[in-house]
Nanobody, 116 residues
Framework: VQLQASGGGLAQPGGSLRLSCVVS?????????IGWFRQAPGDEREGITC????????WYVDSVKGRFTISRDKTRNTVYLQMNLLKPEDTAVYYC?????????WGQGTQVTVSS
């Protein structure tokens, strides 16, 4: 299983970025949750959003609710994170994650920097 994240970069406060994560290696019938984490310097990695494999319901941490949107294109095995109204405190390395049973799989991380 491999997860390849992309789309990070520099944005101004109030701006937008879209992250993508291509997932490969699962069988078509595998049932896995997919989500995004982030880790700022000196902080622990935190989960910020995920999609349930059962009903595609979504969850967001309070700090990103109303600003970030997770979505999934199953035909392209890709999950997206649309980030709007970015704030300097959103600066972090962002990781996509797939959870299959008790196993966690991680992408390589992509840097997001929000600064004027």
């Amino acid at each position: 299983v491999q997860l390849q994240a992309s789309g990070g970069g520099l944005a101004q406060p109030g701006g937008s970025l879209r992250l993508s994560c291509v997932v490969s290696g699962f069988s078509p019938d595998d049932y896995y949750a997919i989500g995004w984490f982030r880790q700022a310097p000196g902080d622990e990695r935190e989960g910020i959003t995920c999609i349930s494999p059962s009903d595609d319901s979504t969850w967001y941490v309070d700090s990103v609710k109303g600003r970030f949107t997770i979505s999934r294109d199953k035909t392209r095995n890709t999950v997206y994170l649309q980030m709007n109204l970015l704030k300097p405190e959103d600066t972090a390395v962002y990781y996509c994650n797939a959870r299959f049973g008790s196993d966690d799989y991680w992408g390589q991380g992509t840097q997001v920097t929000v600064s004027s």
